[in-house]
């Protein structure tokens, strides 16, 4: 193999430089000048090729600014001033004589057209270049518009029709005390070619008959107060997008929203095509909502509520209040695998996928996270509890499960409970958080996986058979009467196992918090944790953290 030369000078010059060997000084200057003469200059490119060149440039993420290049040479400037192609993106921010210019060469082209951020006294200017061009019109985007100077935009969207558009977009800033939100008709025989909406502070709900060709919606911010917005027609107006891929909608509410009682016998509509949903709003809305479709098993599903609205009394207690009563429309839940929770006031957070298990076996794409937010912290005994977790995956094939909670709910998991429900875990991670009062006891927990106990799942045969790794962290250290049990336990689970040389589980992993009355130094308990349970597990590890006193 010919080895690859580390010469940087260029290629041609080296070839001019061979072809010089053995002529005299004049000659071979003579020679070179009549080389170098016979390459290209940047004035004798193609066209083609130049506009190739500048449409890469203008794709380029880093954004390079190629209105500079075109004054390299005329030559570059008069091949990119006749190529319309080049100025179908066009935006206004400083002033507006880029978006006359480009509005010229573009010719009969489809333009795309950005706004923001437009100076508002530029604004109805901008507009008026436009209105001859609507017509043109593929993408039109405001951004960082305030409310005020909204108007001028919503006139020019509501007289033209716009037969080539396929996005808008319209971001108006938050305002701390305005309530009011900008009202929008986008009536199918204006925009029949909309696929993505992405708005903000606009209510745009009056006329659902343009929904039916979307494609993306994402609302951000829409108060519904002024002009008022019915949870029905929120609702019904969703339920107008049968070919919807992403449905993003975050502090969207109604005035009427926990303050009527709708009927519960109504259609549903099936989004085959979702594959992202993303719901912010108080959990009347969101109920309302998640009981009249039906998502599909591999979408992507984000839910997040208040726990305390600030306008009306619309309470989310724990997760399951974001959920209706019937849960057909979200078929994950009922397929997911790996799950975790976590609830620290004054938040509760709960996430679950059908991920790749242990195994390493093929995953799906779909998932579920739920959250609820607290303007006032929970009392430690409400929130999420064992008993909204079991009834949110009820028939779950779960197989991962990771709970992070206070010592006060890990002393009140009803352990026999959680593994007759999730029969098929195969790796339980708890964590207890560091608070008000001592660390919870391993005792329930392992009195609830020996199969030879009265308190485990089933009350015969062997819980969770498929259980092989057990992460325990902010537990008490084990007494010898807890740690009897634990070996107990574990030696029954290894007999029950046909005696398996692995042990009862693959791996065992503590770490312990120091409790009050633990006898003993932390160096000869953790001999005595390994002395009997090292040998009843393939891997074990111990740690101790300092107790806070």
């Known amino acids: 193999m010919t080895e690859r030369s580390t010469d940087p000078t260029p290629t041609y010059h080296r070839r001019i430089a061979r072809q010089c060997r053995g002529l005299s000084i004049p000659h071979a200057m003579k020679k070179a000048d009549q080389s170098l003469k016979k390459t290209l200059g940047i004035d004798s490119l193609a066209p083609e090729l130049l506009i190739r060149v500048f449409t890469l440039i203008q794709e380029d993420p880093i954004g390079l600014p190629w209105l500079r290049i075109l004054r390299v040479c005329k030559y570059w400037y008069t091949v990119a001033s006749s190529a319309p192609e080049l100025w179908t993106s066009l935006n206004a921010s400083g002033n507006l004589s880029f978006l006359r210019t480009g509005l010229t060469r573009s010719k009969s082209l489809k333009i795309d057209v950005n706004l923001g951020p437009c100076a508002p006294h530029l604004l109805p200017t901008a507009l008026d270049l436009l209105e001859p061009h609507v017509s043109r019109l593929s993408s039109l985007s405001f951004s960082h518009l305030i409310l005020k100077h909204t108007p001028p935009v919503l006139a020019f969207l509501g007289r033209n029709a716009f037969p080539s558009m396929h996005f808008l977009r319209i971001l108006t800033k938050r305002s701390v005390n305005d309530e009011h939100d900008s009202a929008l008709l986008l009536p199918s025989a204006r925009f029949p070619q909309l696929r993505t909406l992405e708005c903000s502070r606009v209510h745009f709900f009056g006329d659902a ?6 494609r993306t919606l994402k609302v951000d911010t829409c108060l519904g107060i002024k002009p008022r917005l019915k949870t029905t027609t929120l609702v019904n107006a969703l339920l107008e997008m049968p070919h919807i891929e992403v449905l993003e909608l975050h502090e969207v509410s109604a005035h009427d929203a926990g303050l009527v009682t709708l009927p519960p016998s109504r259609d549903t509509v099936a989004l085959d095509n979702l594959r992202k949903l993303a719901l912010q709003t108080e959990s ?21 509520s208040p726990t305390v609205s600030p306008r009306y009394e619309a309470d989310a207690h724990c997760l399951r209040d974001l959920l209706p009563a019937d849960r057909n429309g979200l078929p994950i839940l009922s397929c997911v695998t790996r799950a975790r929770v976590v609830s620290y006031a004054p938040q509760q957070t709960l996430y679950g996928d059908m991920g790749r298990d242990l195994d390493g076996s093929a995953s799906q794409s779909g998932y579920i996270h739920l959250s609820l937010t607290g303007m006032i912290a929970f009392v430690e005994d409400e929130g999420m509890g064992l008993g909204d977790f079991l009834d949110i ?5 779960l197989h991962v499960l990771d709970l992070e909670c206070t010592r006060r709910r890990a002393a009140g998991i009803g352990w026999p409970s959680l593994f007759a429900l999730f029969p098929d875990l195969q790796s339980l991670r708890i964590k207890v958080a560091r608070g008000e009062g001592g660390p919870p006891s391993m005792k329930t927990l392992f009195a609830a996986l020996d199969p030879d106990s009265q308190s ?10 498929h259980l092989e790794n057990l992460y325990l962290t902010g537990y008490c250290t084990a007494t010898d009467e807890v740690l009897r049990m634990m070996t107990t336990c574990l ?15 693959s791996e065992l992993r503590v770490w312990l918090v120091e409790g009050s009355n633990t006898p003993s130094t932390p160096k000869a308990r953790e001999a005595a944790f390994r002395e009997s349970i090292a040998p009843l597990v393939a891997r074990c590890t111990y740690h101790e953290i300092n107790r806070v006193r």
């Open 209 to 214: 008959s343009g929904f039916k060709q979307l």
């Open 491 to 505: 030696e029954n689970r290894r007999q029950w196992l046909g005696g398996m040389a692995g042990g009862a589980l």
């Open 284 to 304: 009347p809305i969101m109920c309302e909502i998640l009981s009249r479709i039906v998502i599909p098993s591999a979408a992507e599903v984000s839910l997040k």
């Open 456 to 465: 485990n799942a089933t009350g015969f045969g062997l819980p969770c058979q």
């Open 393 to 397: 995956f009820p028939n779950a094939p």
